[in-house]
């Protein structure tokens, strides 16, 4: 069976996915800057990481119910134990949230740099109602989310651009 190219042309850039299956629509989209941004300045992720901390500070003692669960002694046992201390490295659990932080928003800033809040392709479709339902699942992360045919010339402004 031969291959198919199918094309995209947005907002100058062309996407080309070559397939032996037939594509006739594609979803079109963007990461979320803003809700990113909001997750991380937020707190509903802390608790986790609180628990994180907590889990990683039993095993580097050696007292998480892991070991006995799985009958892990001796070097594996240290292995384990040396990398969890290595995770927590002296740090109080304030500290351990922070760099948490820090890190997220270092993640987005790196993702900003390359690009990755631009528009771009989520996903090819064969069908008009897969693309639809495609794109209904794409806008639970992403914003600017668009179905266009296949072969389409698209300009669409980028979503995450100041207004």
Known sequence: MADNKTTLTLNGRKYQRKSP?????????ALDLARN???ANGNSW?????????????????????????????????????????IVAGRTEAQYIADERAQMLANIDA????GRYQLMVLGWSQSQQNALKMADQKAKYSIGVRVYQVGDVV?????????
């Open 111 to 114: 993702d900003v740099k390359a």
């Open 37 to 39: 941004l909001a997750h």
């Open 46 to 86: 802390v608790d986790q990481e609180r628990k994180n901390y907590q889990y990683e500070v039993r095993m580097a003692a050696g007292t998480d119910g892991f070991y006995a669960e799985f009958k892990i002694t001796g070097a594996k046992k240290a292995d384990y134990m040396a990398k969890s201390n290595a």
């Open 21 to 29: 299956r037939t594509y006739t629509h594609v979803v079109v989209g």
């Open 155 to 163: 300009t669409q402004p980028e979503p995450n651009k100041a207004k």
